[in-house]
């Protein structure tokens, strides 16, 4: 989503039904100490299950922190699946970032991507033992990768200037501005900057390259020359966006082709290529003008792929589509599920495919049938994130509110999961993490409505407890059982808050129609559904103390801060407003994806100023006086760092206690573990002033 890794109402008692027991946490240790923000920090990240070809292994990624360095590094670590009980070997110690495994179709080497030589480029390592040798050697740096089926071919990606046919000459011209001592920038088309980063001309190419006998790659082909686009999408693109086919002839991949149009198109299509590029880029997907992604090819050459129906609208519901390799004819797969896939990949045997989707306020894992499309659930409690199917079972990472990502195996058909890794659990044996609960309530229109309640560290039967009120962002994003490092609750419970989070309408996972009805509506629904969550759980928890609250959100839930400031002012002692929207009008004219702005708005700032005055903050600044602390990253493009001081000045101008906290290096998150301890603590300290002095 955009924003987010998408009204004065009367407190009316509101019926709900407790769908989890209190008791989710991880087990409580007598004594223990309560997890703090620190904790968080140093937690090793669990990434990128990848399995074996013969389904023996499991390769994945850990970051580990370095604090003295203040950064991540990355290992590539191997489980062996054959063996119960087997522990985790780590296969990479290079001081270096070692990413992206992927394996030979022989099940004994894998690559990877390594910085151990300056750029990223592709390494092999043989899983018996051996040093890591060099494949690629190339002038650029490699920001993705794909082993073909054969295992005779490498599919990459580089950022290169169009004008340059050859990898040398992006290099030696970027290196030359380098140098040049005027450092301005010139643009004739927007686009100019996206997410963090000022456009340079680069495209992000898909190339692919033959490895030779000694094992090293040739030369590498461009597969995108002829298209003006990225390849992957950026920012965050990655392999998902292209696949071979089953005999290595060709790939499919997804890309944005929109010239001066892109930021405001969501028109990515499918495209097929012959893998040693002889021929152009096909489309395959031309009549559909909103979104198609993920190409997945099945062992019988049909593509499935992710489609949207509606142009401009991220946060559109993705189903299925289907072609079958022999008539060309298309089908839609899932278009009766109303679920949005987030992730989709093929099963072995050909005849399913698996999806992960925001299901009720969990991240749940499907198995689809190829012939009827009916979707059949295998994990649904906590979060599924990234999954690799081995025969009949699925490895896969799951985290909740009360755990990290670690691995876990289960049977396709479902069943009893078996825990594989337990890569924290040092840390969190010394740790008492908090028991949390999953209720519903009726909110706006008397809809169902569900939210999460989360203990603080320390419980006492009998005691009252300050409140966190933590509002998502997205907008179209959720508040799920799942565990974050951005606003993580375990962190905010270890610091004595009881948390409350409300999944108000505008999230995933409760059908499309409640994902659609934030668009245009802003500050009407999900106030009302706030307002009533708040209430609901006041009712339900006697724990709770109402009376000493603050709210806290960031993008979206940024915007609702400085919403809730001038349309719910006298409810809070006190407010956290991160990367927030200030003024609805600016913001449109400074952010770089305006399909979003767009979208939400119904249409261009200029064309309809009604709607982007319709919940525009700046407009209720003579209400606001609750106090409020202010963070923002300077390098946030997605909403401006003008937004935040705009609020600011607001606050300050009107005598309104307030604070503002401004990272020069961070963008729409904060990611230096420095930067995140900071964070935490000044918001947990602004919370202490105001709830517990």
């Known amino acids: ?72 590094r990355t290992d590539i670590w191997l489980l062996d699946l054959s063996k119960k009980g087997a522990e985790p070997r780590r296969l990479t110690t290079d001081p270096a970032n070692d990413s992206s495994p992927r394996w030979a179709p022989d099940s004994r080497t894998i690559y990877f991507l390594s910085t151990r030589s300056g750029e990223s480029q592709v390494w092999r390592l043989p899983i018996a033992g051996g040093d890591a040798t060099r494949v690629t050697d190339y002038p650029l740096g490699i920001g993705s990768l794909k082993v073909s089926p054969r295992g005779d071919v490498l599919a990459v990606s580089m950022e290169v200037l169009v004008e340059c046919t050859e990898l040398p000459c992006t290099k030696e011209k970027l290196d030359a501005r380098g140098k040049d001592k005027a450092t301005g920038r010139i643009y004739d088309k927007v686009f100019i900057r996206h997410w963090d980063t000022w456009s340079n001309g680069t495209r992000s190419h898909l190339f692919v390259a033959r490895l030779g006998a000694d094992g090293t790659a040739g030369a590498p082909v461009d597969l995108a020359k002829s298209l003006d686009a990225d390849i992957p999408s950026k920012p965050s693109g990655g392999d998902e966006d292209f696949a071979f086919s089953p005999d290595g002839a060709s790939l499919v991949f997804s890309a944005r082709v929109a010239g001066r149009t892109e930021p405001w198109s969501t028109n990515f299509d499918l495209f097929q290529v012959p893998a040693d590029g002889s021929a152009a880029p096909q489309n395959l997907t031309a009549n559909n003008p909103a979104w198609d992604a993920q190409p997945v090819f ?150 169902t409505v569900y939210g999460y309640v989360m203990k603080p560290h320390g419980f006492e039967p009998g005691k009252r407890y300050p409140i966190a009120f933590v509002v998502h962002g997205g907008p179209q994003s959720s508040m799920q059982n799942i565990w974050s490092y951005r606003w993580n609750a375990q962190a905010l419970a270890g610091g004595g808050y009881a948390v409350v989070m409300i999944d108000f309408h505008g999230s995933p996972g409760y059908g499309q129609a409640f994902t659609d009805s934030i668009s245009r509506d802003w500050g009407g629904k999900p106030l009302i559904d706030l307002q009533k969550g708040l209430a609901a759980a006041l009712e339900k928890y006697n724990w709770l103390d109402g009376g000493h609250a603050c709210a806290l959100g960031a993008s979206y839930g940024g915007f609702m801060m400085n919403w809730i400031e001038g349309n719910w002012p006298d409810r809070f002692r006190c407010i956290v407003n991160h990367d927030g929207v200030f003024d609805q ?102 919370l202490d002033a105001h709830l517990k002095k």
């Open 585 to 686: 009008r600016m913001m449109y004219y400074a952010t770089e994806e305006l399909w979003f702005t767009e979208w939400e708005n119904g249409g261009t700032q200029y064309e309809h100023p009604a709607e982007y005055e319709k919940f525009n903050p700046v407009d209720f600044v003579s209400r606001w006086q609750t106090p409020m602390l202010i963070i923002h990253g300077e390098q946030d493009f997605r909403i401006p760092y003008p937004q935040g001081l705009g609020a600011f000045t607001a606050l300050q101008r009107r005598n309104i206690e307030s604070k503002l906290v401004v990272f020069p290096d961070e963008n729409h998150w904060v990611l230096k573990p420095a930067n995140s301890i900071l964070w935490y603590h000044t918001v947990l300290g602004w």
């Open 1 to 72: 989503m955009s924003f987010g890794t998408r009204i004065a109402i009367s407190f009316l008692a509101a019926a709900f039904v407790a769908t989890a027991a209190l008791g989710q946490g991880a087990p409580a240790h007598v004594g223990a100490k309560p997890f703090t923000i620190e904790d968080l920090v140093r937690l090793k990240r669990l990434t990128d299950p990848q399995v074996s070809p013969d389904g023996r292994f499991v390769a994945y990624v850990l970051r580990e922190t370095d604090m003295d360095a203040n950064k991540g």
């Open 298 to 447: 099945l062992k019988n050459g049909d593509l499935a792929w992710l489609a949207q129906d509606r142009p401009g609208f991220e946060a559109d519901r993705f189903h299925v589509m289907l072609k079958d390799a022999h008539t060309g004819a298309v089908r839609p797969l899932t278009q009766s599920w109303d679920r949005s896939v987030s992730r989709l990949s093929a099963a072995p045997d050909g005849r399913n495919l698996l999806a992960t989707t925001d299901e009720t306020g969990q991240a749940a894992l499907y198995s689809i049938d190829i012939k009827t499309g009916k979707p059949r659930k295998i994990v649904g409690s906590g979060e599924v994130g990234d999954y690799a199917v081995t025969g009949n079972q699925v490895v896969y990472s799951l985290a909740s509110l009360g755990a990290p990502f670690d691995l876990y195996l289960t049977p396709v058909t479902g069943g009893t999961p078996r825990q594989l890794t337990h890569v924290n659990a040092d840390l969190l044996a010394a740790r008492e993490l908090s028991d949390f609960e999953q209720f519903s309530f009726k909110g706006w229109n008397d809809e």
